[in-house]
């Protein structure tokens, strides 16, 4: 999976890193902004008031 | 391919031919290739679990924190603003006033109305206003003053609140007074369907008559809501915010 995105990437191993890295902090950046404060309600882990159905 | 065709004339000088020099690495078997992909998706899903905690843990910290002093500030401009013109109603908006806890640490937890997750989240504590609504210590009626505030992440204010014991003040400021509770009761754990914790006489605390109590509310243990963490203080005194806003003795040493 990675292997193939690797390959597809265009240039040498060094434009290849310069452009994984901007990948991977484009997917950090989504999941900070959006995918995780969306699932955190969801999950039981912050409920601090008593009757929080 | 050259360098293949290279090796290959290399080994045929040295001994005896090699069949067919398939190229390395290039066509893993299928189930190779299902156990690598699979491999790949856990550890992915590991760096993303690990990812979540870093959310959890840390960013939802800065940027409540940033929103809190942004309100904080906000409300002590308004304040300023409201004691030149003469006095005026009370601001439900912004927050109502600042809860100091010497023993959870320095630093102020502005209070505002509400305690649902977009409240609490902003680095604030709440009031209740469910399922028993909380009575502000500036009607000066008896009542139960009851907040609640995260234990870990957006801002993690009551983080600290183990450390509270009996006896240790608990400041609230408004625009015009420092109301200053002492904590007389501590329940370590109780059901998240205990309401009762925030009547306006908290049986549950010891006391029997009507008087000005304060709960504070979070939940236990610490990363985990399974159960909540209450702690009750009663009003000792209230005093007049002066021109400097000298805080009370209590939050001096």
């Known amino acids: ?53 | 391919m050259a360098a293949t065709a290279d090796e290959t004339e290399e080994t045929t000088d040295a001994s005896e031919p090699v069949p067919d020099p398939a190229p390395r690495r290039r066509r893993p078997g299928r189930i190779a290739l299902a156990v690598s992909v699979f491999g790949e998706l856990l550890i992915t899903a590991g760096v993303l679990l690990g990812l979540f905690v870093v959310y959890s843990l840390w960013w939802t910290n800065v940027i409540a924190d940033r929103k809190a002093d942004r309100e904080a500030d906000k409300v002590r401009e308004h304040w300023a603003q409201q004691q030149e013109s003469g006095p005026g109603a009370l601001d439900t908006q912004d927050g109502i006033g600042f809860l100091h806890v010497p023993a959870m640490g320095d630093g102020e937890v502005l209070v505002e109305k509400g305690t649902d997750a977009d409240v609490l989240n902003d680095g604030v504590a709440g009031y209740y206003t469910d399922p028993v609504k909380a009575t502000l210590p500036t009607t000066g009626k008896n009542g139960n003053f009851s907040v609640a505030a995260h234990r870990d992440g957006h801002g993690a204010k009551f983080h600290r609140i183990d450390k509270l014991e009996k006896g240790d003040p608990i400041v609230f400021e408004t625009r015009d007074d420092w109301y200053v509770y002492k904590v007389y009761s501590i329940l370590p754990e109780t059901s998240k369907y205990n309401v009762k914790v925030l009547s306006p006489i908290p049986r549950e605390s010891g006391k029997k008559k009507p008087g000005h109590y304060i709960t504070l509310t979070t939940c236990t243990p610490v990363y985990t809501s399974r159960y909540r963490y209450v702690v009750w203080g009663e009003l000792v005194r209230v005093e007049k915010v002066d021109a400097d806003r000298t805080p009370p003795k209590e939050l001096r040493d």
């Open chain 1, 1 to 53: 999976m990675y292997g193939w995105i690797w390959r597809h990437l265009p240039g040498n191993a060094w434009v290849k890193a310069l452009i994984s890295l901007v990948l991977i902090l484009a997917v950090v950046y989504v999941l900070f902004q959006y995918v995780f404060p969306w699932a955190e309600p969801l999950l039981p882990f912050n409920d601090v008031t008593v009757d929080n159905q």
